[in-house]
């Protein structure tokens, strides 16, 4: 098992930054891939970046260049940078992981982007 805890969310304005962060705990020698997927309200959960163990990370077309993913492997976590933050960018964000055991998701944490 894997447990999340996401931190950093809150409320912006337009063009403004917040910085995303999500500590795994657990059997966490089995990660493989960790990442954030976001869900606005009345919309699916939607793709926004992963990053591997070691590798490139990937971005959703709709954050790349506003948006940086990163991980600290010597303490879990993962990060998300988010820059140039637009009204649409509001939704809930949700950690994301991949492991050899299955695959986990974290609470949540409200992300409000509004002049």
């Known amino acids: 098992q894997v447990q999340l805890v996401e931190s950093g969310g809150g409320s912006v304005q337009p063009g403004g930054s917040l910085r995303l962060s999500c500590a795994a705990s657990?059997?966490?020698?089995?990660?493989?891939?960790m990442g954030w997927f976001r869900q606005a309200p009345g919309k699916q959960r939607e793709y926004v970046a992963r990053?591997?163990?070691?590798?490139?990370?990937n971005y959703a077309d709709s954050v790349k260049g506003r948006f940086t993913i990163s991980r600290d492997n010597a303490k879990n976590t993962v990060y998300l940078q988010m820059n140039s933050l637009m009204p649409e960018d509001t939704a809930v964000y949700y950690c994301?992981?991949?492991?050899?055991?299955?695959?986990?998701w974290g609470q949540g944490t409200q992300v409000t982007v509004s002049s």
């Open positions: 990053i591997p163990t070691s590798g490139t990370p």
């Open positions: 657990g059997s966490v020698f089995s990660i493989f891939t």
């Open positions: 994301h992981v991949v492991t050899g055991l299955g695959q986990y």
